[in-house]
DNA sequence: GGGGTCATGTAATAGGTTACATGATTCT
DNA sequence: AGAATCATGTAACCTATTACATGACCCC
């Protein structure tokens, strides 16, 4: 039913939308990539680009559109978006909106193991926690408000929205587990201790 | 200052994890990782599991602890935790705990190149997307009341109401991004037509 | 005593990241 | 005119996933 995608990199997505709209080079992407802000969305490294462009080429979802050159400057390839890509990229988009699939948040998988360290550290540590939190809060809230200032459309910020919601469970989230764990009523402490202590 | 670690496939945090209780073999530790239900917080594929104890062993994190054999079934590699090996656990666990790192949702994603889809189909898709949502909820809130009925104590259930946390966000992101596309006021039908028309 | 499933991995392949290379422009 | 940065990639290396192999044990 799924993963018959022949390229799965998050940022084949962004290489279909963008040459969904014009034909452009690899190096051109990426400009267009970071000029857009769309690293805070796609796991963006410069050698990956060029991988997922041969990937996209490969599973014929784009070609060659023509190799041209600016100035005199190395000669560049320019692909253009076939219409099996333009299928792609309506359908893996449709999968995405339509369907969430399982993940793997980096904190869900240090709460499965937090009991490791000493009760009193993780109270420290969440504390710190917050405190990025908030900065990272405040982060996008400005770019969002900076954003809708310099005229663009709510309907191109929806990620970050989605990103301030998440951030904002999260730092609830957090927030209600540090109180917990002062509470007197937690009996956690002695389970945390007992298992600490013990070595077997 | 990050990133040192010669370990980064979270997988590795669990291996330490439990080697740390006791020595095991790859396998076991494999078992002990489908009974305890972590796969759904480490992505964990049987293969990866030699991979990463290689990876843990090379970097002097574990090391062989005796080679044993149960039966008549072929011999396996024990591993024990190193002293390196449980201080890089403590380490690595605090680092996830105290510092948020920016993570790609696959939403967020999405989101970003949304309007490659016609409106009215995406408001189908993200209607979809709730019932699904709806489900993964009821998944999670069974899971933790059995839980807790079978005496699992909360302090190893935090990953769970962690995750329900983000669903729950979620839920009503979509919920609000549903309504603000069937609001007449929200202006976004038109650009998004525009964006869709234009053929430039 | 033959067919499944469990136990224990190895090998092949594909995916992704990092480092490096090379010439053009631009800055001071 | 030399230094820094931009443009355009290539190559090497490491990670991760998938497929396969082999013998025990277990059930009927």
Redesign the interface.
Known sequence: MTDKRKVTN?LG??VL?YL???PMHPYALGRALREHG?A????YSPGSLYMVVGQLARAGLVAEHATGREGQRPEHTVYALTDAGRRE??DW??E??????????????????????PPG??SE??T??LD??SR?RAEITGLITDSLARGV????L??E???L??L???Y??VQR?IARMADPATN?IT??ADHHNDN?
Chains 1, 2 share one sequence.
């Open positions: 998050p997505l962004a939308s969904s709209q014009e769309d805070r969305s796609i796991k990229l309506r988009l449709r995405l909106v339509g369907q969430p699939r399982h993940e793997y948040p980096a904190l869900v998988a240090a709460l499965a193991f937090v009991s490791a360290l550290e993780v540590l969440l710190a926690r990025v939190l990272q459309p709510e309907l191109f929806l990620e929205e989605y990103r919601g998440l904002d469970a999260e609830g989230f587990l956690w389970l945390w077997r």
